[in-house]
Structures are given as structure tokens and as C-alpha cells.
């Protein structure tokens, strides 16, 4: 079946740094991704949608400038979280649909992200 | 946009019982509405979805029913087993799964032995 691999699975760091997460597709091309985020005990917020050699696209309220995504390949779209802080600390979870027609969406693991 | 309302938020059943969870959303031109399961510190696992041209949908010990008139969706699980427990979500989007979903609030389905 359609795997979806994240990288990594959790991360611990200072406030100010910027850390990049990865969204593979591990059997199958994946034109569309979409990262989504998710506090404790609370359900998943699309943030934006990831499209293969163009432009991510936002939700309302969404900090493009801090959340940089870059899907430069048919089975990587990255995210970035640019000057991290406290209130970011979340759990980051991407996903991506099978190039196929009514196919469903896949999601990977997460990355747990603390920031101190 | 789209508003996907979700419950109950807490589920517990005695192992072998049947589990209802019911979702409502706001979006007429959504068609698609998969059902995830999710356990702890892990991503979302779809179990069953289904798109606006049936009414029900079957998969074993699980299954889904559409209500497009009155917007709203269930899963049913029948002879419930100490592995079903986990958080269940419900969602919905316009594309299929090549648009973004806009989950329920989940519920947290605990199953009795």
C-alpha cells in the first residue's frame, strides 16, 4: 500500500532556530502534499497544501514566511519552521494522495516538535 | 469554508458491542468523507471512506453511512475489540483526497473488557 514516511519523528530545540521537517512518498509520486498540525488532544488543522514545482498554498491564517514548504520533487515536500518559539511546539503531520483518480489521502507519522 | 462537527467526544463500550460515531458538516459541495483512526504519538490511519454517490459503504466489522440530504455521516463498528480503541476522526473535503480535509474534533473511543 501507499506509504508516506516523515523525518524526523521528534525534535527538541532552542527557541530561535529553524528546523525543517521531510515528507517522503515512499512507493508512489505525489503532485499534492499537505501539512497539517495538531496540539494535544486536539484534532488536525490543515495548514497548507504543497504542489510539486509551484508555490505552497496557505490557510487563513497561516504564516507563509514562517512556515516555508518546498515540494521540489515528486515524493519530497519539506517544511520549514523559520525562528521557532514556545507556541510552536506542535505535532506536524503531512500527507499526500496517490496520483490515481478517487484516491485517498496517506499520512505519515508526524514529528513531534518541542521548542524550549 | 467547511465546518465539520463531530460525537460524542468520549465512546465507551463493553468488548463485542457495537460503537456509533456521528459526524455533521456544513459544506453541500463536499463528496468525499473519509473516517481516520489514530493511536498515540502516530499519524492518522484511514479505515473506510466514502464519496457522495453511495449511501453506505462495508468493510468487515466496519462500516459507513451518508446522509447527503441532511449532511451528516456515521461509522458503525460492530463486535468491537480491545484494539479498536484509539481516536477516531471523521472529515471531509470538495476533491476527493487531492484537497485538503477539514477534520471533526475526534472521538475517543474506549473499549471494556
Known amino acids: 500500500g501507499a506509504v508516506v514516511s516523515q523525518h524526523p519523528s521528534w525534535v527538541i530545540c532552542k527557541s530561535g532556530t529553524s528546523v525543517k521537517i521531510e515528507c517522503r512518498s515512499l512507493?508512489?509520486?505525489?503532485?499534492?502534499m499537505f501539512w497539517y498540525r495538531q496540539f494535544p488532544k486536539q484534532s488536525l488543522m490543515l495548514m497548507a497544501t504543497?504542489?510539486?514545482?509551484?508555490?505552497?498554498?496557505?490557510e487563513q491564517g497561516v504564516e507563509k514566511d514562517k512556515f516555508l514548504i518546498n515540494h521540489a520533487s515528486l515524493t519530497l515536500s519539506t517544511l520549514t519552521v523559520t525562528s521557532a518559539h514556545p507556541e510552536d511546539s506542535s505535532f506536524y503531520i503531512c500527507?499526500?494522495?496517490?496520483?490515481?483518480?478517487?484516491?485517498?489521502?496517506?499520512f505519515g507519522d508526524g514529528t513531534r516538535l518541542s521548542i524550549l | 469554508g467547511e465546518n465539520v462537527e463531530q460525537h460524542p467526544s468520549t465512546l465507551s463500550v463493553q468488548e463485542g458491542d457495537s460503537a456509533v460515531i456521528k459526524c455533521t458538516y456544513s459544506?453541500?459541495?463536499?463528496?468525499?468523507f473519509p473516517w481516520y483512526k489514530q493511536e498515540l504519538g502516530k499519524g492518522p490511519q484511514l479505515i473506510i471512506d466514502?464519496?457522495?454517490?453511495?449511501g453506505e459503504k462495508k468493510d468487515q466489522r466496519i462500516a459507513v453511512t451518508l446522509n447527503k440530504t441532511a449532511k451528516h455521516f456515521s461509522l458503525h463498528i460492530t463486535e468491537t475489540q480491545p484494539e479498536d480503541s484509539a481516536v477516531y476522526f471523521c472529515?471531509?473535503?470538495?476533491?476527493?483526497?487531492?484537497?485538503?480535509?477539514?477534520f471533526g474534533k475526534g472521538t475517543h473511543l474506549i473499549i471494556q473488557p
Open positions: 500527507s499526500a494522495d496517490e496520483p490515481r483518480g478517487n484516491s485517498p489521502q496517506h
Open positions: 512507493d508512489f509520486q505525489a503532485t499534492t
Open positions: 504543497s504542489n510539486e514545482g509551484s508555490k505552497a498554498t496557505y
Open positions: 459544506d453541500s459541495a463536499s463528496n468525499y
Open positions: 466514502i464519496r457522495s454517490n453511495v
Open positions: 472529515a471531509a473535503s470538495r476533491g476527493g483526497g487531492a484537497d485538503g480535509l477539514t
